[in-house]
């Protein structure tokens, strides 16, 4: 996928996941200085990250109490 197809899949703008992508935390490569991102690569760090945050939220629900 190229970095607008995936601002589209996301529904964010190009510049967040360039800026994303070039911080390392969403998995992307180069091609000829162009980024190229793997669907499936994608699908699994939105996973990922789903899971992420839902610990994250149970672990700060759990020093609420």
């Known amino acids: 996928m190229t970095l607008p197809e995936v601002a589209t899949y996301l529904k964010v703008g190009e510049s967040t ?11 992307a490569f180069k091609v000829r200085g162009s980024w190229r991102f793997h669907r499936e690569r994608i699908d699994r ?7 992420r945050q839902a610990h994250a939220g149970s672990a700060g629900d759990a020093a609420d109490e």
């Open 17 to 27: 996941v360039y800026r994303i992508a070039r911080e390392g935390v969403l998995p």
């Open 45 to 51: 760090w939105i996973e990922e990250e789903t899971e």
